[in-house]
RNA sequence: GGGCUCAUAGUCUAGUGGCAAAACCGCUCGUUUACACCGAGCAGUCCGCGGUUCGAUCCCGCGUGAGCCCACCA
């Protein structure tokens, strides 16, 4: 016998031979999962069962995120169940096209698109995608994400171009995609056109101030309070309200701007709030929105000040050149100086900035594409009610999107990196030429095309598609990898609420559009990650990164947690979760330690069962019943919660407890008994929670069950079945009442501050009695009573 | 201003038309033939007010508070 070193005891623990180290396992089995191609997708077994998934394609623009992490482990859960139950087309792809990619690539390279060409920038955009992309993809395969590595598509690769050019030719000749000159929502910074779904609020300290404008001839004061001073040049109107006396005698006359020698009509119109500002509205081409639309109304010539890059033009006289920040404070400098300012405070209020770079929106009319949408909202919302949605309320957030619409989607991005629209221009005819399939994928300003009128030299089309314009097809692209096998609708589309009005809300058009069908039956929309109930944001810096917490708790505890709350709503990030999660997959490794400890040698075989392990594999078919109704209902977290009891409380707390004495102490029938039932049960809770812990089950299921199972791996073993079972309430009833007496008898203990090894002699009810005279010998054994009396419950200590 | 969601132990989350549950924390004990990363025990006006009901934390209405989305933003 080996010595302990009794002064050393902290070592000692920590070199636990037995103790399950997360970092080797889950490399190891990561490694074995790739190595056998287990979520590799076989075509030829996909069929009208399988169930299929339009896996979100992550933005390749950084690292994985704790977001990320919630919502894949989430959809993951889903996959694994399905794969058990009926097989999975589960594929892989990252979105790695357009502005988020440019500009990632500007930020790690330290290049400005816009000083490159076209060419050098997109070379450059491929080149470092190739370099980034297997590191970024990295961290899903960490977490265990189940889907087809192999077999993968990037939205800027050419069979996705050609997919998507194809679209953009189809809806064309459909008559569904017009190009137009426009006051488009224009973003300064990254000097495009953006959509709708791209906007964002936010708080900005401003300053308002109300201006001396002047009436013509009488040079009297016409006070117009403003935040945008840099726009008066721009201005080429004043509205008053034809309701608000005050103006009434100056309407029709001419209105002069301050600091800028311009005369502009005062009308008269109801968008004017009388109890806003002034009451005085000034219309400047263009402030928002509804300058363009008073400004079409009343076929008002604009007057454009505003550069596509952000900077004032000629319009502006000596403000020419000046950003627009730089050319409102000079303006109000001016201003103050001839003093036509008469009012000035300071406020916050909310504008629109661009979601990728935080910039506030302009309106600047350019010529761009747009797919119609803005006819279609009933039938588009009709769409969405096909689908099931879950959360159901979710729904709701897709229809008060599609109800608020206010343009038609803007699919054109007058940036490099991108898919190319396939068009030319000839100037001459007005003609649009569009590329034919079989160019595809093509870029115009590679290829030369000639007017089919005037046979003269069309121009080619140099804007891009937004990256939405790509991914609404990921399903048609997906289904391109296998031969279309499976094609729309699929069974799932799992996704984060943030994106409903674009990923969801585009794909359901396309879809729409293209094949009048839904892209899907179902979508599960996960929630977000809070911390401290705030939003985490790297604003806020209270940004918690999945690698971090991977490191130091496994992919298994982080699912684990990620299973914590339930679909659809948002979880706060708690450190002890991931304990907790730790925690349970100890207590799994140390069950199976001794399960197998006590199956030396013993090949599994029917034998007559003991009624104490009958009652478990009764409960234990409960379990799988209502487990496998949870998946079915996306309800992973209630499937979590319900194992985790089971398995902790019922099956290790009580039952392997009760069942020790006759593993130990008996031979024969009665501990083969036993042990059927502490290996059969172990198998089946290890596959029900395999969708969410996969890697400590696959290491139990390769260690110690794979022998005779003989599959390849417990993700593709066949989901457990509920054994139809007679009287299975009244059994699972006597089993809670053995563990419920058991429970009280432990209490006595406790309060008599007695080892749960002391011998007693135990005083029961007679119906509690009856109850456990089926199970005698092994209740007798685990609360060490010596006799058990009828009567009121008494615990008596010997 | 419109829509949606949420409100349960000190904290964070489950859950249910009839004893309200787990985890973390804290406290009191126990324990060594799986496990101290253990076992047993201790915690709540289930946001407020009305209604439906024999019975409401749960269903309905109103209110309060928080979050998200949208709109407004002279």
Known sequence: ???????????????????????????????????????????????????????????????????????????????????????????????????????????????????????????????????????F?????????????????????????KLSQKSFIELFKKG??????????????????????????????????TLRFKIAKTNDDLLIATTRPELLPACV????????????????????????????????????????????????????????????????????????????NQHAGKYQGMKIKEARKQILFDLKEEDLITEQKQITHVVNVHDKCGTEIEFIPTKQWFIKVLDKKKELIKQGQKINWHPEFMKKRYENWVEGLEWDWSISRDRHFGVSIPAWHCEKCNEIIIAEEKELPIDPMQKEKKCPRCKSVAKPEEKVLDTWATSSLTPQIASSLIKNKITIPYSLRPQAHDIIRTWAFYTI????????????????????????GEKMSKSKGNVIQPQTVLESYGSDALRFWAAGSKLGEDLDYQ???????????TKIWNATNFVFMNLE??????????????????????????????????????ARSEIEKFFWHDFADNYVEIVKNRVYNSSGQKKESAQFTLYNSLNTIIKLLAPIMP????????????????????????????EKTKDKEESNKHFDLICEILSRVRQEKTKAQKSMKAEIILTLEKKEKEAIEYVLEDFKAVTCSTEIKEGKFRVEFI
């Open 1 to 135: 016998m080996a010595q302990k070193p009794v002064q050393d005891k902290s070592k000692e623990k920590e070199k636990n031979p037995n103790a399950y180290e997360f970092i080797e396992v889950e490399s190891k089995i990561k490694n074995f999962w790739e190595k056998e191609k287990i979520y590799s997708t076989d075509i030829s077994k996909l069929n009208k069962n399988t169930y299929s998934i339009d896996t979100p394609p992550p933005t390749v623009s950084g690292k994985m995120h704790i977001g990320h992490s919630f919502s894949y482990s989430q959809q993951d859960f889903i996959a694994r169940y399905r794969r058990m139950k009926q097989g999975v087309f589960y594929p892989w792809g990252t979105d790695d096209n357009g502005l988020p990619t440019e500009r990632l690539i500007e930020k790690t390279k330290n290049v400005k698109s816009k000083d490159m060409t076209r060419s050098e920038f997109i070379k450059l955009c491929l080149k470092t995608l190739k370099e980034i992309t297997p590191d």
């Open 137 to 161: 993809v990295e961290d899903w395969k960490k977490l265990g994400i189940s889907a087809d590595y192999d077999n993968a598509y990037s939205t800027i690769d050419d069979n996705s171009r």
């Open 176 to 209: 569904l995609v017009y190009n137009k000159e426009f006051p488009t929502i224009w973003c300064p910074e990254c000097q495009t056109a953006i959509a709708q779904a791209e906007l964002e609020d936010k708080e900005h300290p401003s300053l308002f101030s």
């Open 237 to 312: 109107a004043v509205f008053v309200n034809p309701k608000d006396k005050r103006y009434k005698n100056i309407v029709g006359k001419k209105a002069k701007v301050p600091l800028f020698d311009i005369e502009v009509p005062i009308l008269t119109d109801e968008s004017a709030d009388i109890e806003k500002g002034t009451g005085v509205l000034m219309i400047c081409s263009y402030g928002d929105r509804f300058d363009a639309d008073a400004i079409n109304r009343h076929k008002i010539t604009p007057r454009i000040v505003l550069n596509p890059n952000g900077t004032l």
């Open 509 to 532: 058009t396309k879809s729409y559009l293209h094949e009048n069908k839904t892209p899907w039956n179902n979508t599960m929309i996960s929630g977000f990650v809070t911390l401290g």
């Open 575 to 585: 450190e002890k979760d991931l304990v907790t999660g730790k925690k349970f997959i």
């Open 601 to 638: 040698k013993y090949t599994p075989k029917k034998v007559k069962l003991e009624k104490m392990d009958e009652l478990l594999i009764n409960k234990l078919n409960s379990l799988v019943k209502n487990t496998t109704e949870y998946f079915e209902d996306y309800e992973y977290s209630k």
């Open 695 to 722: 890697f400590i089950t696959e290491e139990i299921y390769q260690k110690y069950f794979k022998k005779n199972e003989k599959v390849k791996s417990i993700h593709i073993c066949e989901w457990p079945q509920a």
